[in-house]
């Protein structure tokens, strides 16, 4: 029997850079992007057209370059070339399992990555390819978050799902320091920005709060989340 067809037509997939890290402290683990990988197969084969913005944070962060003295834009900069490099791992990990892929970059690396184009890209999601994002927006002082919402946008997804590493959606405090922590199903946008709870940087929350883009928050390291998602069943938390 075949699966169900997914609710989604097209979606952006925001990883963290430390979603690739896995249990290492540092740099990619190659069984972590393979599983990775392997999830966004699943979705596509549901026939789920799937962009992914991707961090650089198991790379470098910008508290590394603040204590080694570098300004912040540069620092930033810094930073988004360690997208790229998770951004090529995570392309090579989906062609191994023959899922045609495309590195766009928001800086110009013609030589490992297109540059990005909105109508190229849409192009691909059309045509079945995965398009990972990478570089954020191109600027410095804005965050993955904020290139996840805005790529979103740009490409007509109809929700963001933020990715977290075993943390299965937004709580009222840190899970994992306070056993009391309630887990929200559904949040609106408002209150999210007014409590503080850490969901994504103000300014991608005010992005998708302004042009009406759903966020989910859910666990990726749960083999079955995802597809339950794209399914159109309760998983993480909702905020719109």
């Not at 402290?25 to 549901?46: C, F, K, P, W």
């Not at 990555?113 to 045509?127: F, N, P, V």
Request: charged residues 20%; negative net charge; proline residues 3%.
């Amino acid at each position: 029997m075949s699966d169900p067809p997914a609710r989604y037509r097209r979606l952006l997939l925001k990883l963290s850079g430390e979603a690739l890290q896995g249990e290492a402290g540092y740099g990619i683990d190659n069984a972590t992007v393979n599983y990775v990988a392997s999830q966004i197969l699943r979705a596509r084969e549901l026939g789920v057209e799937l962009g992914v913005a991707v961090g650089g944070g198991n790379i470098w962060r910008g508290q590394q370059a603040a204590l080694a003295g570098i300004d912040r834009a540069t620092g930033d900069y810094m930073g988004m070339l360690a997208t790229v490099i998770n951004a090529l791992a995570l392309k090579g990990a989906l062609e191994r399992l023959h899922v045609e892929t495309r590195v766009q970059s928001a800086i110009t690396m013609a030589q490992v990555a297109e540059s990005y184009i909105r109508e190229t890209a849409i192009q691909h999601l059309e045509k079945g390819r995965v398009v990972i994002f990478a570089s954020g927006t191109g600027n410095p002082y804005f965050t993955v978050d904020t290139a996840g919402a805005l790529r979103a946008l740009e490409v007509g997804a109809e929700a963001l799902l933020m990715a977290k590493n075993r943390v299965d959606g937004v709580y009222t405090d840190d899970p994992l320091k306070n056993p009391e922590a309630r887990r929200y199903d559904r949040l609106t946008y408002i209150d999210a920005l007014a409590q503080g709870l850490g969901v994504m940087d103000s300014t991608a929350l005010s992005l998708c709060m302004d042009n009406h883009l759903p966020i989910v928050v859910f666990d990726l390291s749960l083999p079955q989340n995802l597809v339950q998602l794209l399914k159109g069943e309760q998983v993480g938390t909702l905020i719109s």
